[in-house]
């Protein structure tokens, strides 16, 4: 067992001081990051087992991203998933920035293996994407795309009508081909 293993909090906990933080608790954030050092010192020490010098600066630039994106955290979600997401693309940009190829290959069966969900990236990325278009129709994608709910659920969560949903949705949609086409 790790050092400090026994004293880890439990994802229903992190996920809770999250929330807590989320909701203008200063003290849950606190206990949040406090929590998740020895969680990065983890992740970061089986995966950069031959640069330990680097792993404190790692787990300090992840509880910077942790901070400073905390508004993308998706409260439905798991929070190991959106926290290893960024962990994961932390230790990406350094090694690109150290000049060095990042070891991807083997990465995903890490993080397969360890429980991680490819989703949290993929949602990250869906997050970004959707923060690009206007609030309605985001909501709209979201509603009925992301969380699965019928035209007349996603009309009822976001108090519209049906056939705005339905337009929303399509435009919505129709721009982000477009973002991505453009991208591409």
Same mark, same amino acid.
């Given at each position: 067992?790790?050092?400090?293993?026994?004293?880890?909090?439990?994802?229903?906990?992190?996920?809770?001081?999250?929330?807590?933080?989320?909701?203008?608790?200063?003290?849950?954030?606190? $206990?949040?990051?406090?929590?998740?050092?020895?969680?990065?010192?983890?992740?970061?020490?089986?995966?950069?087992? @031959?640069?330990?010098?680097?792993? @404190? @600066?790692?787990?300090?630039?992840?509880?910077?991203?942790?901070? #400073?994106?905390?508004?993308?955290?998706?409260?439905?979600?798991?929070?190991?998933?959106? $926290?290893?997401?960024?962990?994961?693309?932390?230790?990406?940009?350094?090694?690109?920035?150290?000049?060095?190829?990042?070891?991807?290959?083997?990465?995903? @069966?890490?993080?397969?293996?360890?429980?991680?969900?490819?989703?949290?990236?993929?949602?990250?990325?869906?997050?970004?994407?959707?923060?690009?278009?206007?609030?309605?129709?985001?909501?709209?994608?979201?509603? #009925?795309?992301?969380?699965?709910?019928? #035209?007349?659920?996603?009309?009822?969560?976001?108090?519209?009508?049906?056939?705005?949903?339905?337009?929303?949705?399509?435009?919505?949609?129709?721009?982000?081909?477009?973002?991505?086409?453009?991208?591409?």
């Amino acid at each position: 067992m790790e050092r400090g293993a026994h004293m880890r909090a439990s994802e229903v906990q992190l996920k809770t001081w999250m929330i807590g933080g989320l909701d203008g608790d200063p003290a849950c954030h606190t $206990l949040l990051l406090r929590a998740l050092v020895p969680v990065l010192q983890a992740f970061y020490r089986r995966r950069m087992h @031959d640069r330990p010098d680097d792993i @404190d @600066d790692l787990v300090q630039e992840t509880l910077i991203a942790v901070h #400073t994106r905390r508004a993308t955290y998706d409260r439905e979600r798991l929070f190991s998933g959106w $926290l290893f997401a960024i962990a994961r693309y932390k230790m990406i940009d350094h090694f690109r920035r150290g000049g060095r190829t990042c070891p991807i290959e083997g990465l995903d @069966d890490i993080l397969v293996a360890e429980g991680f969900e490819d989703a949290s990236t993929a949602r990250i990325d869906v997050d970004r994407l959707l923060r690009g278009l206007p609030a309605k129709q985001a909501a709209a994608i979201r509603a #009925t795309r992301l969380d699965g709910l019928s #035209t007349t659920e996603a009309a009822a969560r976001g108090k519209m009508g049906e056939s705005d949903v339905k337009v929303s949705v399509h435009r919505g949609l129709k721009a982000l081909a477009a973002r991505i086409k453009g991208e591409s």
